[in-house]
């Protein structure tokens, strides 16, 4: 049962279109505040929003609102609150778009909300959105993927489809290594979403062993997902060896916890990609380290250089595989709970900002 404060704006009867908005300053606190439909304009789209997961990943959009990559710029709130970005299954309701027709799905990056107006250009996956405040945003940001009808795995979609393309790539980027002689692999957070499906992955391509490092109360959780050649808490770092040279994925954007690694393996690290902010202490930048020196992975780039090198349909045909695979084996061990009304929004985000939360669990919300 998740636990929190409740705001007054929460309480009562929810408006049927309307945004949630956090205060800057304090995350916890939110605010719901009805929206009215605006005219649409020749060439935009309204999308209604069917669901969303909230994870880390969407905790980090608003830690990170003010960062290099301001997610706060995004979808501008009022003076003092800010809109969250998440990623949702859309339906397109209204349309002065005729490339975009009403009842179309979409996937996409909006603001928590019960709708989003685009400006849209058709694109071979979906379209793209053109308006000039969001331009600063990586392509990445601005598309709009067409999507299926839901099917049986539709929930897990839409808690993995943000996330398993860092996972994808960190693959690619573990293969690459290998070919440059790497004998393994050690991944901090092991239990976060992203971790397993990097994890799966290694596990399914080859026999390179792969060593987990996550908190003492989900070591069992992590070792039952048999997708780690071992599993071991922080606390036991000491007791923790790995064959070398070794590739370090971080995933928690602690300090201390990424200079313990170098400390404990001194001369042993091959390559440092710094992925995640798992950590509620993390930070953007990474601490002054030996070699080698850390690299800030950031997906939306790598994908960019991987579509410009492979081609677009090649690229995708193996990237929907390998999620299609991956979706299927978390069906063993997520459990989704789906949650609906803004209060719910608000109540889970808050519980994701100060509650530790079950790593075998994620929470799919509905406007």
Request: hydrophobic letters at 40%; one cysteine or more; a negative charge.
């Amino acid at each position: 049962m998740l636990k929190g404060r409740h705001s007054p704006a929460l309480e009562g009867e929810a408006a049927d279109s309307w945004d949630l908005l956090v205060r800057r300053d304090d995350l916890t606190a939110a605010e719901v505040r009805p929206v009215p439909h605006p005219v649409l304009a020749p060439g935009e789209v309204r999308l209604a929003v069917e669901k969303f997961a909230l994870t880390m990943n969407i905790v980090t959009y608003a830690r990170l609102g003010d960062s290099e990559l301001p997610f706060w710029a995004a979808f501008p709130g009022p003076a003092g609150y800010g809109r969250v970005p998440v990623w949702a299954f859309l339906r397109v309701t209204d349309s002065r778009n005729t490339d975009i027709p009403v009842g179309s799905r979409y996937f996409g990056f909006v603001p928590m909300a019960t709708h989003h107006t685009v400006a849209a250009r058709l694109t071979t996956r979906g379209f793209v959105d053109t308006a000039p405040q969001r331009e600063f945003l990586p392509s990445w940001y601005r598309t709009f993927q067409r999507a299926a009808e839901p099917d049986a795995l539709d929930d897990h979609r839409a808690v993995f489809r943000p996330i398993f393309p860092a996972s994808f790539h960190l693959a690619d980027l573990v293969a690459g290594q290998t070919e440059q002689g790497v004998k393994s692999v050690l991944i901090t957070s092991a239990s976060s979403r992203t971790a397993i499906g990097l994890a799966d992955l290694l596990a399914r391509h080859g026999d390179l062993p792969t060593i987990g490092l996550t908190s003492a109360a989900n070591v069992d959780f992590v070792a039952g997902l048999g997708c780690y050649d071992m599993v071991a808490g922080y606390d036991t770092l000491d007791s923790v060896s790995v064959p070398a040279p070794a590739v370090f994925v971080d995933f928690t954007g602690e300090h201390r916890r990424i200079s313990a690694i170098y400390e404990r393996f001194p001369g042993e690290l091959a390559h440092t990609a710094l992925v995640g902010y798992t950590h509620p202490e993390s930070v953007q930048q990474p601490p002054d380290l030996a070699e080698p020196e850390p690299e800030i992975f950031f997906t939306p780039a790598v994908e960019e250089q991987a579509v410009a090198d492979e081609g677009e349909e090649r690229f995708y045909a193996r990237y929907h595989d390998a999620e299609q695979r991956f979706l299927e084996s978390t069906t063993d061990w997520l459990t989704i709970r789906r949650q609906q009304g803004p209060a719910a929004v608000a109540e889970v985000f808050r519980a994701l900002l100060t509650e530790p939360q079950p790593p075998g669990v994620s929470y799919l919300l509905s406007p």
